[in-house]
């Protein structure tokens, strides 16, 4: 047998451990829920790991709810093309933008406030498969909302309801009940490099 062939060889019968093992573990994961998944950490991808969801949501024919806390104040392309699927996306813009920009606390606990409001309106609705509360985690950490009232509307959510939450430095509380959480790190962003957001990858 020539190495090729050997290494070929070796390299099937590893495969088929693998397909064996991998088989099994999937024959024993039956059960089906709603997922309730958080995309925090300080890197680039949280609301774009969520849309992607979305997409795949689309695709199955599922219904979503996205409504975004901070994002409004600027159009941008993601908005554009869920508006294109009606029937299944209803994309919400329900910020003033970021709190540093808007500088006025009541007016945004006022927002925050609107904007929680819909996501449980969502959640409760039969018709909704999916709520994606963007940006959530951002108006937790500055305390508009209570932690502990979104907590326990989450948790007590209809039994095939999946909900998304994103943004940065997500409360302990939070993770603890999720069944899905990531973390995105920085490596490098292009912004530390004097790269301004640009259409297409940041909005």
Request: hydrophobic share 45%; net charge negative.
């Amino acid at each position: 047998m020539t190495d090729e062939a050997d290494l070929n060889a070796r390299h099937n019968a590893k495969m088929a451990k693998v397909q064996v093992a991998r088989a099994k573990m999937m024959a024993e994961r039956q059960i089906e829920k709603g997922l309730l998944i958080v995309n925090t950490g300080p890197g680039k991808g949280k609301t774009t790991a969520a849309l992607g969801m979305v997409c795949r949501a689309i695709g199955h024919g599922q219904r979503v709810s996205v409504i975004q806390f901070v994002k409004g104040a600027l159009q941008t392309g993601e908005k554009v093309v869920f508006d294109a699927f009606p029937d299944h996306v209803e994309f919400k813009p329900m910020g003033e933008g970021f709190t540093w920009d808007t500088q006025d606390r009541a007016r945004d606990i006022a927002v925050a406030r609107e904007a929680w409001e819909a996501v449980k309106a969502r959640i409760a609705d039969p018709e909704i498969d999916m709520v994606v509360a963007d940006e959530l985690n951002i108006v937790l950490r500055y305390d508009y909302l209570p932690v502990e009232e979104v907590v326990e509307a989450i948790v007590n959510r209809p039994e095939g309801k999946h909900v998304i939450v994103t943004g940065r430095n997500a409360p302990q509380a939070l993770i603890d009940v999720a069944d899905l959480v990531t973390e995105m790190t920085q490596v490098k962003h292009p912004f530390r490099s004097g790269v301004k957001a640009q259409a297409g990858i940041e909005f």
